[in-house]
T-cell receptor
Framework: GQQVMQIPQYQHVQEGEDFTTYCNSSTTLSNIQWYKQRPGGHPVFLIQLVKSGEVKKQKRLTFQFGEAKKNSSLHITATQTTDVGTYFCAGYFPDSGAGSYQLTFGKGTKLSVIP | GAGVSQSPRYKVTKRGQDVALRCDPI?????LYWYRQALGQGPEFLTYFNYEAQQDKSGLPNDRFSAERPEGSISTLTIQRTEQRDSAMYRC????????????????FGPGTRLTVT
């Protein structure tokens, strides 16, 4: 089936260091979404990328969608303790019949920030 | 405003029993999704509704799982003859737009129902 691979699985950083998580698909995506899940919480939508090569920024967060629409990344500059949580990418694949409505989540990258 | 709510928040049941999990989406949201999330994993798609129509149920693991949304609002996920492998967090999400094949919109997740089958 269609899968979205996400690396790394875990990342421990000192507060103030940068953090990046990567998401890869073997097939072209229609678009990709990113979610953040705090410990004990539920996934919260961060952003959606649709266009090839798209780059979007939200304060210290920078999101990129690859030219081939097969990969994406989330980069956090100067991490803070409030950034702690698991970051998921979720890929949406082009219309392919059954399963076309599925948002396929990666396994997530769990970020720990050491104060 | 109120977000997505789910009930019960926790459910412990004995193997072989049926369970019904409820989702109350954000008012006015036309799309509703059910996911299952194992510990340390991302949400896994189960099924999807636009209004009252079940558009995609390809993620339901087997025929013990079913879902309905009869009036296009509240939805119920039913698991019959529960098994220990059904233990997981079941999450509901809603979206303001009617999803189209290959076109996605922001999803708002509920707090989930933690199901434990003993």
């Amino acid at each position: 089936g269609q899968q979205v691979m996400q690396i790394p699985q875990y990342q421990h950083v000192q507060e103030g260091e940068d953090f990046t998580t990567y998401c890869n698909s073997s097939t072209t995506l229609s678009n990709i979404q990113w979610y953040k899940q705090r410990p004990g919480g539920h996934p919260v939508f961060l952003i959606q990328l649709v266009k090839s090569g798209e780059v979007k920024k939200q304060k210290r967060l920078t999101f990129q969608f690859g030219e081939a629409k097969k990969n994406s990344s989330l980069h956090i500059t100067a991490t803070q303790t409030t950034d702690v949580g698991t970051y998921f990418c979720a890929g949406y694949f082009p219309d392919s019949g059954a399963g076309s409505y599925q948002l396929t989540f990666g396994k997530g990258t769990k970020l720990s920030v050491i104060p | 405003g109120a977000g997505v709510s789910q009930s019960p928040r926790y459910k412990v049941t004995k193997r072989g029993q049926d369970v019904a999990l409820r989702c109350d989406p954000i008012s006015g949201h036309v799309s509703l999704y059910w996911y299952r999330q194992a510990l340390g994993q991302g949400p896994e798609f189960l099924t999807y509704f636009n209004y009252e129509a079940q558009q995609d149920k390809s993620g339901l693991p087997n025929d013990r799982f079913s879902a309905e949304r009869p009036e296009g609002s509240i939805s119920t996920l039913t698991i019959q003859r529960t098994e220990q492998r059904d233990s997981a967090m079941y999450r509901c999400a809603s979206s303001s737009h009617a999803g189209l094949a290959g076109v996605s919109y922001e999803q708002y997740f509920g707090p989930g129902t933690r199901l434990t089958v003993t």
